[in-house]
């Protein structure tokens, strides 16, 4: 009975579930066809809208950025080679010319460079003057004037500006003509005392250049004066020499043609007893003389008493072995 009631319980759980199972695939089929009929609807409805696709967005390339411009590369220009013929300093320039005489026109000064304004006086050339040029300057810090580097009397350089110097050679004639024909010029304008104190004046420059003309003309004869004189001095004392010369040698030859069997001579300065023994000569004898007196302090006896064998001992040996 108990097993009855057992497997009726098991049957009725049995058929509820398989109720229950068919209920649920049946509610699942269901749906599924619901479903199936909302997407058909839907599909027919979005292609009786016709909804056009939106149109792809073209996308503009973005700029790239310029390539950078390396720097061009330039060699260094080679530095010029110095000019040898010219000379830089600090606002002019000094082209060397060959040396050449220049003379002054007029009293001019000599400055360390070439401005009046900038460098220092260091002398003065009076009228007439000669010097020596050996550069020339076309301007300082490009103001145009021209001076001429010259060579003073130590050596140094000076400036002096060009207009003052010139190559002609002044002749004292010519000095005196500009003076009269400046002091007429003069004397037309002048009172006559004026014109006379200007006369006077001017004959007193032409005086003093003929005075310094001839100053210089003496100075250029005492120096050839002086030079000759040096050059007969030279000459008599080259004679003298040959002279001395012929007469030592005349000598020398006579004492060496003089024999040995000469009489004995007593050497000049020494005692008498000094003679010249065994082809010693006179000078010889002097010398074993001066040598035991001096170098080695004997006395005059003592000398004497060993003359005879000192002489023998020189003219065999010399003085090597004392």
């Not at 040898?84 to 060959?98: A, K």
């Not at 304008?189 to 004046?201: C, G, K, L, N, V």
Request: hydrophobic share 35%.
């Amino acid at each position: 009975m108990r097993k009855y009631k057992i497997f009726l319980i098991t049957m009725l759980c049995a058929g509820l579930v398989m109720t229950a199972c068919a209920s649920k695939e049946k509610s699942a089929a269901a749906k599924e066809e619901e479903e199936t009929a909302a997407d058909t609807i839907e599909l027919d409805s979005a292609e009786s809208q016709e909804v056009p696709l939106p149109e792809p967005v073209q996308q503009e390339p973005e700029p790239q950025p310029a390539a950078e411009e390396l720097p061009e590369v330039t060699e260094p220009e080679p530095e010029p080679e110095p000019d040898p013929s010219v000379e830089t300093y600090e606002g002019y320039t000094v082209e060397l010319i060959e040396e050449t005489k220049l003379y002054a026109t007029e009293a001019v000064n000599m400055r360390e460079g070439p401005s009046a304004d900038d460098f220092e006086k260091v002398g003065k050339l009076t009228a007439k003057a000669e010097v020596t040029a050996n550069g020339k300057v076309s301007g300082y810090n490009g103001d145009g004037k021209e001076w001429y580097r010259i060579k003073k009397s130590d050596g140094s350089n000076a400036f002096v500006i060009a207009e003052y110097l010139t190559s002609e050679k002044p002749s004292t004639e010519d000095t005196a003509e500009e003076t009269t024909a400046d002091a007429a010029a003069n004397n037309t304008a002048q009172t006559p005392e004026q014109a006379a104190a200007s006369t006077a004046a001017n004959t007193s420059a032409t005086d003093a250049a003929a005075a310094q003309q001839a100053a210089l003309q003496q100075l250029a004869a005492q120096q050839a004066a002086a030079a000759q004189q040096a050059t007969a001095q030279q000459q008599a004392a080259a004679a003298q020499q040959a002279a001395a010369a012929q007469q030592a040698a005349a000598q020398q030859e006579q004492t060496q043609q003089t024999p040995a069997a000469q009489p004995a001579a007593v050497a000049t300065g020494l005692p008498s007893w000094a003679v010249s023994l065994h082809g010693v000569s006179a000078a010889g004898c002097a010398e074993v003389y001066n040598y035991w007196k001096n170098n080695k302090g004997y006395t005059d006896d003592q000398i004497h008493s060993y003359w005879d064998s000192l002489l023998n001992h020189y003219a065999g040996h010399g003085t090597s072995g004392w």
